[in-house]
Protein backbone atom coordinates (compact mmCIF):
# COMPACT_ATOMS: atom_id res chain seq x y z
CA UNK A 1 0.00 0.00 0.00
CA UNK A 2 1.37 3.42 -1.24
CA UNK A 3 0.80 6.45 1.25
CA UNK A 4 0.89 9.82 0.52
CA UNK A 5 1.84 12.27 3.13
CA UNK A 6 1.42 16.59 3.46
CA UNK A 7 4.23 18.15 6.60
CA UNK A 8 4.37 21.50 6.98
CA UNK A 9 7.27 21.87 9.46
CA UNK A 10 9.24 25.01 10.78
CA UNK A 11 13.37 24.58 9.07
CA UNK A 12 14.79 26.64 12.16
CA UNK A 13 15.89 23.44 14.27
CA UNK A 14 16.70 20.53 11.71
CA UNK A 15 19.33 19.84 9.42
CA UNK A 16 17.20 20.20 6.59
CA UNK A 17 15.17 17.64 5.37
CA UNK A 18 17.57 15.19 3.79
CA UNK A 19 18.86 12.03 6.34
CA UNK A 20 21.97 12.92 6.99
CA UNK A 21 24.58 11.06 9.54
CA UNK A 22 24.52 14.00 11.87
CA UNK A 23 20.92 13.26 12.35
CA UNK A 24 18.39 15.77 12.88
CA UNK A 25 16.46 16.41 9.80
CA UNK A 26 12.87 16.25 9.26
CA UNK A 27 13.36 12.85 7.22
CA UNK A 28 15.44 11.13 10.01
CA UNK A 29 12.29 12.38 12.53
CA UNK A 30 9.62 11.25 10.33
CA UNK A 31 11.04 7.63 9.52
CA UNK A 32 12.04 6.87 13.10
CA UNK A 33 8.38 7.80 13.97
CA UNK A 34 7.12 5.18 10.98
CA UNK A 35 9.80 2.67 12.54
CA UNK A 36 8.23 2.59 15.34
CA UNK A 37 4.68 2.45 14.06
CA UNK A 38 5.34 -0.34 11.87
CA UNK A 39 7.75 -2.17 13.74
CA UNK A 40 10.05 -1.77 11.08
CA UNK A 41 12.39 0.20 8.79
CA UNK A 42 10.31 2.56 6.49
CA UNK A 43 11.67 4.70 3.64
CA UNK A 44 9.85 8.11 2.85
CA UNK A 45 10.32 9.20 -0.17
CA UNK A 46 9.61 13.56 -0.28
CA UNK A 47 8.94 15.79 -3.36
CA UNK A 48 12.19 17.31 -3.03
CA UNK A 49 15.01 18.36 -0.33
CA UNK A 50 14.89 21.37 1.74
CA UNK A 51 17.40 22.80 2.81
CA UNK A 52 18.20 23.58 6.48
CA UNK A 53 16.77 26.28 7.85
CA UNK A 54 14.11 26.26 5.15
CA UNK A 55 10.28 26.17 5.93
CA UNK A 56 7.38 24.34 4.81
CA UNK A 57 3.76 24.38 4.53
CA UNK A 58 3.05 21.63 2.56
CA UNK A 59 6.00 19.09 1.72
CA UNK A 60 4.59 15.67 0.32
CA UNK A 61 6.76 12.44 0.88
CA UNK A 62 5.18 8.64 0.42
CA UNK A 63 6.23 5.12 1.70
CA UNK A 64 4.61 1.67 1.37
CA UNK A 65 3.50 0.07 4.08
CA UNK A 66 0.59 -1.95 5.10
CA UNK A 67 -1.73 -0.45 7.42
CA UNK A 68 -5.05 -2.33 8.71
CA UNK A 69 -6.64 0.34 10.38
CA UNK A 70 -8.13 3.70 9.98
CA UNK A 71 -5.57 6.48 8.19
CA UNK A 72 -6.36 8.47 10.90
CA UNK A 73 -5.11 6.17 13.09
CA UNK A 74 -1.69 6.05 11.25
CA UNK A 75 -2.02 10.00 11.45
CA UNK A 76 -2.53 10.19 14.76
CA UNK A 77 0.47 8.29 15.55
CA UNK A 78 2.86 10.01 13.22
CA UNK A 79 1.88 13.52 15.16
CA UNK A 80 2.47 11.88 18.27
CA UNK A 81 6.35 11.83 19.80
CA UNK A 82 7.19 14.38 17.17
CA UNK A 83 8.72 17.75 17.83
CA UNK A 84 5.64 20.53 17.81
CA UNK A 85 7.41 22.18 14.65
CA UNK A 86 6.89 19.17 12.65
CA UNK A 87 3.12 18.53 11.47
CA UNK A 88 1.80 15.64 9.75
CA UNK A 89 -1.01 17.32 8.15
CA UNK A 90 -3.01 14.89 6.20
CA UNK A 91 -2.25 11.00 5.36
CA UNK A 92 -3.90 9.29 2.31
CA UNK A 93 -3.17 5.85 0.39
CA UNK A 94 -2.84 6.38 -3.24
CA UNK A 95 -2.17 4.30 -5.84
CA UNK A 96 1.39 3.08 -6.86
CA UNK A 97 1.43 4.95 -10.10
CA UNK A 98 2.32 8.12 -7.33
CA UNK A 99 5.33 9.44 -6.49
CA UNK A 100 6.03 12.25 -4.34
CA UNK A 101 9.02 13.55 -6.31
CA UNK A 102 8.31 12.21 -10.56
CA UNK A 103 4.55 12.59 -9.86
CA UNK A 104 5.00 16.24 -8.92
CA UNK A 105 4.72 18.81 -12.37
CA UNK A 106 4.21 21.83 -10.13
CA UNK A 107 6.05 23.40 -6.96
CA UNK A 108 5.23 26.60 -5.07
CA UNK A 109 7.64 28.64 -3.11
CA UNK A 110 6.93 31.81 -1.43
CA UNK A 111 10.10 33.65 -0.44
CA UNK A 112 9.63 36.34 2.34
CA UNK A 113 11.57 39.72 2.84
CA UNK A 114 11.21 42.03 6.31
CA UNK A 115 12.11 45.43 5.08
CA UNK A 116 13.30 47.83 8.84
CA UNK A 117 13.68 45.99 11.28
CA UNK A 118 12.32 42.34 11.66
CA UNK A 119 11.23 41.84 15.47
CA UNK A 120 12.58 37.94 16.80
CA UNK A 121 9.28 36.65 15.93
CA UNK A 122 9.56 37.44 12.64
CA UNK A 123 13.22 36.34 11.96
CA UNK A 124 12.80 33.07 12.14
CA UNK A 125 10.58 33.24 8.75
CA UNK A 126 11.93 36.31 6.64
CA UNK A 127 15.16 37.80 4.99
CA UNK A 128 15.92 40.75 7.35
CA UNK A 129 16.49 43.50 4.69
CA UNK A 130 17.36 46.74 7.18
CA UNK A 131 17.24 49.63 6.20
CA UNK A 132 17.74 49.02 2.38
CA UNK A 133 13.93 50.05 0.64
CA UNK A 134 13.88 47.77 -3.00
CA UNK A 135 11.51 49.42 -5.96
CA UNK A 136 8.96 46.51 -5.92
CA UNK A 137 7.48 47.38 -9.42
CA UNK A 138 11.28 47.13 -10.66
CA UNK A 139 11.33 43.67 -8.75
CA UNK A 140 8.22 42.68 -10.58
CA UNK A 141 9.19 44.15 -13.81
CA UNK A 142 12.37 41.94 -13.56
CA UNK A 143 10.66 39.25 -12.48
CA UNK A 144 9.02 38.90 -16.27
CA UNK A 145 12.53 37.58 -17.72
CA UNK A 146 12.54 34.93 -15.48
CA UNK A 147 8.72 33.82 -16.66
CA UNK A 148 8.64 30.63 -18.68
CA UNK A 149 11.04 28.15 -19.90
CA UNK A 150 14.48 28.97 -19.94
CA UNK A 151 17.91 26.78 -18.64
CA UNK A 152 18.42 28.09 -15.46
CA UNK A 153 21.92 27.16 -14.59
CA UNK A 154 22.81 30.79 -13.72
CA UNK A 155 20.97 31.06 -10.69
CA UNK A 156 21.65 27.36 -9.43
CA UNK A 157 24.46 27.92 -6.62
CA UNK A 158 25.72 24.80 -7.71
CA UNK A 159 24.44 22.03 -10.18
CA UNK A 160 23.52 18.92 -8.20
CA UNK A 161 24.56 15.29 -9.38
CA UNK A 162 20.64 14.88 -10.07
CA UNK A 163 19.99 18.02 -12.40
CA UNK A 164 22.93 17.60 -14.81
CA UNK A 165 21.67 17.80 -18.19
CA UNK A 166 18.40 18.51 -16.53
CA UNK A 167 18.31 22.31 -16.04
CA UNK A 168 15.43 23.55 -18.26
CA UNK A 169 12.77 24.35 -16.04
CA UNK A 170 9.18 26.48 -16.32
CA UNK A 171 8.64 29.04 -14.08
CA UNK A 172 4.79 29.36 -14.74
CA UNK A 173 4.31 32.29 -11.94
CA UNK A 174 7.22 34.80 -10.27
CA UNK A 175 4.99 37.34 -8.48
CA UNK A 176 6.31 39.89 -5.94
CA UNK A 177 4.01 41.19 -3.54
CA UNK A 178 4.37 43.84 -0.93
CA UNK A 179 2.57 43.71 2.02
CA UNK A 180 3.36 46.74 4.58
CA UNK A 181 6.80 46.22 5.96
CA UNK A 182 6.90 42.57 4.19
CA UNK A 183 7.67 41.57 0.40
CA UNK A 184 7.01 38.30 -0.82
CA UNK A 185 8.14 36.96 -3.73
CA UNK A 186 5.88 33.57 -5.42
CA UNK A 187 7.21 31.32 -7.04
CA UNK A 188 5.41 28.30 -9.11
CA UNK A 189 7.89 26.07 -11.12
CA UNK A 190 8.06 22.79 -13.03
CA UNK A 191 11.25 21.88 -10.65
CA UNK A 192 14.10 24.05 -9.56
CA UNK A 193 17.97 23.43 -9.57
CA UNK A 194 20.04 23.95 -5.73
CA UNK A 195 19.57 27.19 -4.12
CA UNK A 196 17.70 28.78 -7.28
CA UNK A 197 14.54 29.67 -5.35
CA UNK A 198 16.96 31.86 -2.62
CA UNK A 199 19.23 32.56 -6.08
CA UNK A 200 16.37 34.26 -7.81
CA UNK A 201 15.09 36.17 -4.64
CA UNK A 202 18.56 37.87 -3.80
CA UNK A 203 18.62 39.09 -7.64
CA UNK A 204 15.25 40.57 -7.72
CA UNK A 205 15.96 42.36 -4.59
CA UNK A 206 19.11 43.57 -5.77
CA UNK A 207 17.60 45.00 -9.05
CA UNK A 208 14.92 46.58 -6.15
CA UNK A 209 17.67 48.67 -4.43
CA UNK A 210 19.39 49.36 -7.90
CA UNK A 211 22.16 46.94 -7.54
CA UNK A 212 21.28 45.07 -10.24
CA UNK A 213 18.87 46.01 -13.74
CA UNK A 214 16.51 43.98 -15.17
CA UNK A 215 19.24 43.73 -18.45
CA UNK A 216 21.78 42.42 -16.35
CA UNK A 217 19.05 39.58 -15.33
CA UNK A 218 18.48 38.74 -18.42
CA UNK A 219 21.91 38.74 -19.27
CA UNK A 220 22.99 36.30 -16.13
CA UNK A 221 20.22 33.93 -17.42
CA UNK A 222 21.24 33.86 -21.33
CA UNK A 223 24.60 33.35 -19.97
CA UNK A 224 23.97 30.16 -17.96
CA UNK A 225 26.85 30.55 -15.48
CA UNK A 226 26.87 31.57 -11.86
CA UNK A 227 28.87 34.57 -11.14
CA UNK A 228 29.35 36.21 -7.71
CA UNK A 229 26.68 39.19 -8.44
CA UNK A 230 24.36 36.25 -7.74
CA UNK A 231 23.89 35.43 -4.64
CA UNK A 232 21.49 33.30 -2.13
CA UNK A 233 19.03 34.61 -0.29
CA UNK A 234 19.20 33.25 3.23
CA UNK A 235 17.55 29.88 4.13
CA UNK A 236 15.22 31.16 6.76
CA UNK A 237 13.03 33.46 4.41
CA UNK A 238 11.94 30.26 1.84
CA UNK A 239 8.87 28.25 2.27
CA UNK A 240 7.93 25.36 0.49
CA UNK A 241 4.34 25.86 0.47
CA UNK A 242 2.77 23.56 -2.40
CA UNK A 243 3.26 20.69 -4.09
CA UNK A 244 0.96 20.37 -7.02
CA UNK A 245 0.73 16.64 -8.58
CA UNK A 246 -0.59 14.59 -11.73
CA UNK A 247 -4.37 13.63 -10.74
CA UNK A 248 -4.60 10.47 -12.36
CA UNK A 249 -1.46 9.63 -9.99
CA UNK A 250 -2.96 10.52 -6.80
CA UNK A 251 -5.63 9.06 -7.31
CA UNK A 252 -6.68 6.96 -4.50
CA UNK A 253 -6.33 3.05 -5.27
CA UNK A 254 -9.16 0.65 -4.84
CA UNK A 255 -12.09 3.21 -4.65
CA UNK B 1 25.05 57.30 34.45
CA UNK B 2 21.76 55.39 34.17
CA UNK B 3 20.77 54.15 30.77
CA UNK B 4 17.22 52.60 30.43
CA UNK B 5 17.05 49.50 27.85
CA UNK B 6 13.77 48.09 26.19
CA UNK B 7 14.18 44.85 24.43
CA UNK B 8 12.50 42.05 22.91
CA UNK B 9 13.31 38.44 22.68
CA UNK B 10 11.70 34.98 21.37
CA UNK B 11 11.91 32.86 24.39
CA UNK B 12 11.53 29.57 22.55
CA UNK B 13 15.01 28.91 23.16
CA UNK B 14 16.07 30.50 26.03
CA UNK B 15 16.22 29.32 30.25
CA UNK B 16 13.50 32.81 31.27
CA UNK B 17 15.03 35.92 31.86
CA UNK B 18 16.58 35.40 34.90
CA UNK B 19 20.28 34.59 35.63
CA UNK B 20 20.88 31.29 36.58
CA UNK B 21 23.52 28.95 37.13
CA UNK B 22 22.56 26.81 33.79
CA UNK B 23 23.05 30.09 31.99
CA UNK B 24 21.18 30.49 28.72
CA UNK B 25 18.96 33.21 29.85
CA UNK B 26 18.09 36.70 28.08
CA UNK B 27 20.00 38.68 31.53
CA UNK B 28 23.23 36.40 31.01
CA UNK B 29 23.37 36.81 27.42
CA UNK B 30 22.86 40.91 27.85
CA UNK B 31 24.95 41.12 30.62
CA UNK B 32 28.26 39.45 28.73
CA UNK B 33 27.53 41.79 25.98
CA UNK B 34 27.63 44.69 28.68
CA UNK B 35 30.20 43.52 30.19
CA UNK B 36 32.33 43.10 26.42
CA UNK B 37 30.95 46.60 25.93
CA UNK B 38 32.22 48.27 29.12
CA UNK B 39 35.30 46.12 29.65
CA UNK B 40 33.90 45.18 33.17
CA UNK B 41 30.93 43.26 34.81
CA UNK B 42 27.54 44.95 34.41
CA UNK B 43 24.12 44.16 36.12
CA UNK B 44 21.06 44.56 35.05
CA UNK B 45 17.62 45.46 36.33
CA UNK B 46 14.60 44.56 34.37
CA UNK B 47 10.62 45.28 35.04
CA UNK B 48 10.40 41.53 36.18
CA UNK B 49 11.23 38.41 35.15
CA UNK B 50 9.66 36.15 32.47
CA UNK B 51 9.67 32.48 32.75
CA UNK B 52 11.38 30.00 30.06
CA UNK B 53 9.78 30.21 27.06
CA UNK B 54 7.50 33.53 27.60
CA UNK B 55 8.49 36.17 25.05
CA UNK B 56 8.68 39.64 25.13
CA UNK B 57 8.12 42.53 22.94
CA UNK B 58 9.03 45.33 25.40
CA UNK B 59 10.61 43.96 28.15
CA UNK B 60 13.05 47.08 29.80
CA UNK B 61 16.05 47.15 31.93
CA UNK B 62 18.53 49.14 33.78
CA UNK B 63 22.15 49.38 34.18
CA UNK B 64 24.86 52.24 35.45
CA UNK B 65 27.42 52.59 33.38
CA UNK B 66 30.06 55.83 31.96
CA UNK B 67 29.59 55.99 28.18
CA UNK B 68 31.11 58.83 26.25
CA UNK B 69 30.29 58.46 23.24
CA UNK B 70 26.89 58.52 21.48
CA UNK B 71 24.18 56.40 22.69
CA UNK B 72 23.54 54.17 19.14
CA UNK B 73 27.06 53.34 19.11
CA UNK B 74 26.00 51.24 22.40
CA UNK B 75 22.52 50.57 20.72
CA UNK B 76 24.91 48.94 17.95
CA UNK B 77 26.97 47.32 20.28
CA UNK B 78 24.20 45.77 21.80
CA UNK B 79 22.69 44.29 19.34
CA UNK B 80 26.16 42.93 17.51
CA UNK B 81 27.23 39.14 19.05
CA UNK B 82 23.85 38.30 20.81
CA UNK B 83 21.24 35.41 19.19
CA UNK B 84 19.18 36.87 16.46
CA UNK B 85 16.10 36.28 18.97
CA UNK B 86 16.80 38.89 21.60
CA UNK B 87 16.32 42.30 20.46
CA UNK B 88 17.84 44.94 21.87
CA UNK B 89 15.23 48.25 20.70
CA UNK B 90 16.05 51.59 22.26
CA UNK B 91 18.25 52.71 24.80
CA UNK B 92 18.25 56.15 26.49
CA UNK B 93 20.00 57.77 29.60
CA UNK B 94 17.64 58.47 32.55
CA UNK B 95 17.50 60.47 35.48
CA UNK B 96 18.63 57.98 38.62
CA UNK B 97 15.67 57.74 40.00
CA UNK B 98 14.19 55.60 37.49
CA UNK B 99 14.02 51.81 38.18
CA UNK B 100 12.96 48.87 35.99
CA UNK B 101 11.06 47.64 38.48
CA UNK B 102 10.09 50.02 40.80
CA UNK B 103 9.48 52.96 39.00
CA UNK B 104 7.11 50.40 36.68
CA UNK B 105 3.22 51.68 37.14
CA UNK B 106 1.73 49.23 34.51
CA UNK B 107 2.86 46.25 32.70
CA UNK B 108 0.90 45.32 29.39
CA UNK B 109 0.41 41.32 28.92
CA UNK B 110 -0.94 39.45 26.28
CA UNK B 111 -1.84 35.89 26.28
CA UNK B 112 -2.46 34.05 22.63
CA UNK B 113 -4.51 31.15 22.26
CA UNK B 114 -5.01 29.48 18.94
CA UNK B 115 -8.00 27.56 18.18
CA UNK B 116 -7.87 24.42 15.87
CA UNK B 117 -4.40 22.84 14.23
CA UNK B 118 -1.77 25.75 15.11
CA UNK B 119 0.93 25.86 12.17
CA UNK B 120 4.49 24.79 13.35
CA UNK B 121 4.83 28.57 12.56
CA UNK B 122 2.12 29.97 15.50
CA UNK B 123 3.01 26.81 17.83
CA UNK B 124 6.16 29.24 19.30
CA UNK B 125 3.39 31.86 20.28
CA UNK B 126 0.14 30.68 20.78
CA UNK B 127 -1.27 27.91 23.01
CA UNK B 128 -2.78 25.53 21.04
CA UNK B 129 -6.09 24.46 22.04
CA UNK B 130 -7.05 22.03 19.47
CA UNK B 131 -10.62 21.07 18.96
CA UNK B 132 -12.33 23.14 22.03
CA UNK B 133 -13.64 26.16 20.76
CA UNK B 134 -14.69 28.46 24.01
CA UNK B 135 -17.48 31.03 24.01
CA UNK B 136 -15.38 34.44 23.86
CA UNK B 137 -18.41 36.13 24.70
CA UNK B 138 -18.87 33.89 28.18
CA UNK B 139 -14.66 34.57 28.53
CA UNK B 140 -14.90 38.27 28.68
CA UNK B 141 -18.07 38.59 30.67
CA UNK B 142 -16.43 36.49 33.17
CA UNK B 143 -13.18 38.97 32.75
CA UNK B 144 -15.26 41.63 34.25
CA UNK B 145 -15.35 39.58 37.60
CA UNK B 146 -11.34 40.06 37.52
CA UNK B 147 -10.90 43.92 36.86
CA UNK B 148 -9.77 46.43 39.51
CA UNK B 149 -7.99 45.81 42.59
CA UNK B 150 -8.04 42.82 44.25
CA UNK B 151 -6.00 39.69 46.13
CA UNK B 152 -5.18 37.80 43.84
CA UNK B 153 -3.22 34.86 45.56
CA UNK B 154 -5.67 32.38 43.96
CA UNK B 155 -4.33 32.94 40.92
CA UNK B 156 -0.70 32.67 41.88
CA UNK B 157 0.87 29.21 40.90
CA UNK B 158 2.70 29.75 44.71
CA UNK B 159 3.57 33.19 46.46
CA UNK B 160 6.80 34.33 45.95
CA UNK B 161 9.31 35.26 48.92
CA UNK B 162 9.15 39.16 47.35
CA UNK B 163 5.32 38.57 46.41
CA UNK B 164 4.39 38.17 50.41
CA UNK B 165 2.43 40.47 51.91
CA UNK B 166 1.76 42.09 48.86
CA UNK B 167 -0.62 40.03 46.72
CA UNK B 168 -3.06 42.74 46.05
CA UNK B 169 -2.95 43.98 42.33
CA UNK B 170 -5.33 46.04 40.50
CA UNK B 171 -6.04 44.99 36.66
CA UNK B 172 -6.88 48.03 34.59
CA UNK B 173 -7.83 45.75 31.34
CA UNK B 174 -8.76 42.00 30.81
CA UNK B 175 -9.88 42.36 27.71
CA UNK B 176 -10.50 39.09 25.44
CA UNK B 177 -10.21 39.51 21.73
CA UNK B 178 -10.94 37.06 18.66
CA UNK B 179 -9.40 37.31 15.51
CA UNK B 180 -10.53 34.19 13.20
CA UNK B 181 -8.72 31.45 14.92
CA UNK B 182 -6.70 33.78 17.67
CA UNK B 183 -8.35 34.36 20.91
CA UNK B 184 -5.97 37.19 22.64
CA UNK B 185 -5.98 37.83 26.68
CA UNK B 186 -4.78 41.67 27.05
CA UNK B 187 -4.24 42.62 30.61
CA UNK B 188 -2.70 45.65 31.97
CA UNK B 189 -2.02 45.77 35.50
CA UNK B 190 0.23 47.33 38.11
CA UNK B 191 1.67 44.00 38.48
CA UNK B 192 1.53 40.34 38.55
CA UNK B 193 2.05 37.37 41.11
CA UNK B 194 3.92 34.23 40.12
CA UNK B 195 2.39 32.73 36.46
CA UNK B 196 -0.58 35.16 37.26
CA UNK B 197 -1.69 36.06 33.96
CA UNK B 198 -1.07 32.17 32.70
CA UNK B 199 -3.49 31.48 35.64
CA UNK B 200 -5.93 33.86 34.57
CA UNK B 201 -5.53 32.33 31.04
CA UNK B 202 -6.27 29.39 31.64
CA UNK B 203 -9.10 30.04 34.03
CA UNK B 204 -11.19 32.38 31.82
CA UNK B 205 -10.38 29.48 28.81
CA UNK B 206 -12.24 27.23 31.01
CA UNK B 207 -14.91 29.48 31.43
CA UNK B 208 -15.54 29.73 27.53
CA UNK B 209 -15.46 25.81 27.10
CA UNK B 210 -18.03 25.69 29.78
CA UNK B 211 -15.34 23.67 32.07
CA UNK B 212 -15.70 26.99 34.82
CA UNK B 213 -18.15 29.61 35.38
CA UNK B 214 -18.40 33.40 36.20
CA UNK B 215 -19.33 32.47 39.29
CA UNK B 216 -16.19 30.28 40.42
CA UNK B 217 -13.63 32.60 39.17
CA UNK B 218 -15.34 34.94 41.69
CA UNK B 219 -15.32 32.22 44.40
CA UNK B 220 -11.74 31.43 43.74
CA UNK B 221 -10.74 34.93 43.57
CA UNK B 222 -12.55 35.69 47.10
CA UNK B 223 -11.15 32.14 48.69
CA UNK B 224 -7.31 33.50 47.87
CA UNK B 225 -6.80 29.95 47.51
CA UNK B 226 -5.17 28.36 44.87
CA UNK B 227 -6.80 25.05 44.22
CA UNK B 228 -6.76 22.46 41.57
CA UNK B 229 -9.40 23.85 39.40
CA UNK B 230 -6.85 26.37 38.34
CA UNK B 231 -3.87 25.64 36.12
CA UNK B 232 -1.36 27.79 34.49
CA UNK B 233 -1.88 28.63 30.89
CA UNK B 234 1.35 27.66 28.83
CA UNK B 235 4.51 29.84 28.29
CA UNK B 236 4.81 29.66 24.86
CA UNK B 237 1.21 32.08 24.69
CA UNK B 238 2.50 34.57 26.78
CA UNK B 239 3.88 37.83 25.68
CA UNK B 240 5.22 40.87 27.70
CA UNK B 241 3.87 43.49 25.11
CA UNK B 242 4.82 46.67 27.32
CA UNK B 243 5.97 48.44 31.03
CA UNK B 244 4.26 51.69 31.40
CA UNK B 245 6.77 53.79 33.42
CA UNK B 246 5.99 57.06 36.09
CA UNK B 247 7.07 59.97 32.81
CA UNK B 248 9.11 61.60 36.16
CA UNK B 249 10.97 58.93 36.56
CA UNK B 250 12.12 58.09 32.87
CA UNK B 251 12.89 61.93 32.16
CA UNK B 252 16.42 62.42 30.76
CA UNK B 253 18.96 63.50 32.60
CA UNK B 254 21.10 66.64 31.97
CA UNK B 255 18.56 67.49 29.16
Redesign the interface.
Known sequence: MRWKCTC???GTDFNGWQSQPLGNTVQDILEARLAYIFKKPVRIHASGRTDAGV?A?GQVFHFDAEWNHAPVDMLRGMRSNVP????V?DIRQVSELFHARFSAVKKRYIYQIHLG?A???D???FWSVGSRVPDVQKMQDAATVLLGKHDFSAFAAKIATEDQGDTVKTLYRLDVVQRGKKVLIITEGSGYLYKMVRSLAAALFHVGIGKLTKADIAYFLESRVRTQAIESAPAEGLILDKVFYNPNHTRLKNV
Not at 84 to 87: A, D, E, F, G
Open positions: AYDHRRTIQIQSPFLRY
